[in-house]
């Protein structure tokens, strides 16, 4: 998270590769599946990542929250180093009574740490994102506090500028209209945001939007080849090195910016980042006006139709020491089904019940139907982010792409179909040793 801005810069929760050490505190949990049981009173501690609205959002929240439950007291705790120190704290029992589960904790260690909120049946007609995220051996241990479509975020005014009034159909199209951008505006038409190396994960949030298939992860944890024409990740990361090959990014990415970009984007001096909708607040806030801001799909169609994944974003969760687990449970219900934090944040509500939020206007505007990726077969959980670590090439914190980047650019001498037929070898032979 930079500085408490954003939810996530990870499309999807629980793939990271980092193990949290159990150490000796695998506690017992209830097994009753769910959690609450008790009188809503007293206070709780709640941890949250958002430095930036915890003394104003979040304290009209507390204000709500206690005045429907007279008797009750929320404290925060606002973290800006939030997966380092939670980790550690989660070597002892005091991590609060709520916080957010980290990136770090594999789903077989949640029921070690959290308190179950219930079973997948019990929850997944009324909210997003609980049969595969967060869940193990059938019980859910975390609510997303919003959630995140994939596509990407430009500055309209250059678009329009530039002649492109209609979301690019094909990457043919996109590379086109970057070439209008560049030549008739002046602006930086793609800006990878390649120093920092996360925003160029954010490229992963087109695996099942390329296809349209809700299977499309369980699919890539079974292939040999992924980097193969035609197949998802040959689509993305051509992509990508076509955009940098052709001369449509930075000039030097080694210096990119990540809080300077927001602004570069907001006031026109960048038109395009491939990001996860979570961004459109922020560049929002950068721009002068937030119409200048537009958000649209991949630039792929699959059966005459744009798709984009959408994924739960962190997830609030009871500590299982928690002594107060009644007001826990109750604040998290409080604050999925009552604060309306999701849609204010310009994000995908977790409740089934709300509509898109008018962030997504440029989604449905064109079309783009929203899928949710299907839960993986017992046993291959996470298989092919398993698989990419392995292989070395984690799909989603930026670095191999980071290498493309510089083949692209001239910076080592490989071509794209070198570049994919070693992606393909290491990939292969990390999925023969975890078969």
Not at 114 to 126: A, H, R
Not at 201 to 217: F, L, T, V, Y
Not at 226 to 235: L, M, S
Not at 413 to 418: A, W
Request: net charge neutral; charged share 25%; with cysteine.
């Amino acid at each position: 998270m930079e500085g408490g801005t954003a939810d996530m810069k990870k499309p999807l929760i629980g793939l990271l590769a980092a193990s949290l050490a159990l150490g000796g505190l695998a506690a017992c949990g209830n097994d009753d599946g769910s959690s609450g049981a008790g009188k809503i009173a007293g206070e709780i501690t709640v941890l949250t990542q958002r430095t930036d609205i915890v003394n104003t959002v979040f304290q009209e929240y507390k204000k709500k929250f206690e005045a429907k439950y007279p008797g009750t007291s929320v404290k925060f705790e606002a973290i800006t180093d939030y997966e380092g120190e939670v980790r550690v704290r989660m070597n002892t029992k005091n991590y609060g009574d709520v916080l957010l589960i980290p990136n770090s904790v594999n789903a077989d260690q949640l029921p070690s740490f959290f308190e179950p909120l219930g079973t997948v049946d019990e929850l997944k007609d009324k909210y997003r994102f609980v049969r595969n995220e967060q869940t193990f051996d059938g019980k859910v241990y975390g609510l997303a506090i919003t959630g995140n479509a994939q596509g990407y975020v430009f500055n309209k005014k250059l678009w329009t500028q530039a002649g492109i009034t209609e979301a690019p159909k094909t990457p043919e199209e996109f590379l086109a209209a970057l070439k209008a951008i560049k030549d008739k505006t002046g602006a930086i038409p793609l800006y990878t945001n390649y120093k920092d190396g996360w925003p160029l994960g954010q490229w992963e949030g087109a695996r099942g939007a390329i296809s349209g298939d809700p299977d499309a992860a369980i699919k890539l944890g079974q292939d040999d080849a992924p980097w193969t024409a035609g197949k998802e990740h040959f689509v993305i990361d051509s992509l990508l090195y076509d955009a940098v090959k052709g001369g449509y990014t930075e000039p030097d990415p080694t210096t990119t910016n990540w809080e300077q970009s927001k602004g570069l984007l907001g006031t026109g001096k960048i038109a395009t980042m491939m990001l996860g909708s979570w961004s459109i607040v922020q560049m929002q806030q950068a721009a002068s006006s937030k119409d200048d801001i537009g958000y649209w799909p991949f630039p792929y169609q699959t059966d005459g139709k744009f798709h984009t994944v959408v994924g739960g974003d962190y997830k609030n969760a009871i500590n299982i020491n928690s002594k107060n687990k009644a007001t826990a449970r109750a604040w998290i219900d409080w604050f999925t089904d009552e604060s309306n934090y999701a849609t204010d944040q310009g994000g995908v509500s977790t409740l089934k019940s709300a509509a898109m939020p008018s962030t997504l206007a440029g989604l449905t505007a064109a079309k783009t139907e929203f899928i949710e990726l299907n839960p993986a077969p017992k046993g291959q959980e996470g298989l092919a982010d398993k698989i990419g670590n392995a292989a070395e090439i984690a799909l989603y914190d930026g670095k191999y792409r980071q290498g493309i980047v510089d083949a692209a650019r001239g910076a080592k001498k490989e071509s794209k179909d070198q570049i994919f037929a070693d992606l393909n070898k290491k990939w292969s032979q990390a999925r023969a040793k975890l078969k």
